[in-house]
């Protein structure tokens, strides 16, 4: 079963609102999340990581003014794309490392569908 | 920077035929290697790995080999079945495991 899961997993909103993607870690703690979008076609590219307890580090070319991202408790992480526009249209999908003995894995949530109109 | 090229789809197979996606990286260091499939409406899985040159990652009948002499993850299947219809990603990390870098995806279609 699902182990991270994202909500919504579509939204279709007006230019200009702002929408609130949420990222949750269903039976473990994560003090890091990471956070994607994916272009039809195009390949996941990482927008920031998400950190317990402190700001986010965002990747290069990523608004952080744009994309806010809060790290409420140890199984949450929200990612709020403030006044979106229709290039902000896309597939955004989180992650959350999940410690296996001395290796960690990657858990990905379903992803969530964001149209801009 | 370190990126990963994958095949582009979409692939439409016959049950019980062979499959093979390719994936080639480049990266510094020594990167390890994943294979993740999306099912329909669901998060991203891992399908299997290797962390080291000439290991062979295996599940569920998929395979691939990091192949350093030719910086390549090729994910081979013997025989796809129906259930193996999905979005199938190649992908690379540095060693701490956290910083993945993702191809573009090759959809798999496998008709009874």
């Known amino acids: 079963g699902a182990v991270v899961s994202q909500h919504p997993s579509w939204v279709i909103c007006k230019s200009g609102t702002s929408v609130k993607i949420e990222c949750r870690s269903l039976d473990f703690q994560a003090t890091t999340m990471f956070w994607y979008r994916q272009f039809p076609k195009q390949s996941l590219m990482l927008m920031a990581t998400?950190?317990?307890?402190?700001?986010?580090?965002?990747e290069q070319g990523v608004e952080k003014d744009k994309f806010l991202i809060n790290h409420a408790s140890l199984t949450l992480s929200t990612l709020t794309v403030t006044s979106a526009h229709p290039e902000d249209s896309s597939f955004y999908i989180c992650?959350?490392?999940?410690?296996?003995?001395?290796?960690?894995?990657?858990?990905f949530g379903p992803g969530t569908r964001l149209l801009v109109l | 920077g370190d990126s990963v090229t994958q095949m582009e789809g979409p692939v439409t197979l016959s049950e019980e035929a062979f499959l093979t996606i390719n994936c080639t990286y480049t990266a510094t260091g020594y990167p390890s290697l994943f294979w993740y499939v999306q099912y329909p409406g669901e998060g991203l899985q891992l399908l299997l790995k290797a962390t080291k040159a000439d290991d062979k990652g295996s599940n569920k009948g998929f395979e691939a080999t990091y192949r350093k002499e030719t910086t390549s993850f090729h994910l081979e299947k013997g025989s796809v079945q129906v259930s193996d219809s999905a979005v199938y990603f190649c992908a690379l990390s540095d060693k701490t495991g956290n910083q993945f870098y993702f191809g573009t995806g090759t959809s798999l279609t496998v008709i009874p």
């Open positions: 992650s959350a490392p999940r410690a296996s003995g001395v290796w960690e894995t990657q858990y």
């Open positions: 998400s950190n317990e307890g402190s700001k986010a580090t965002y």
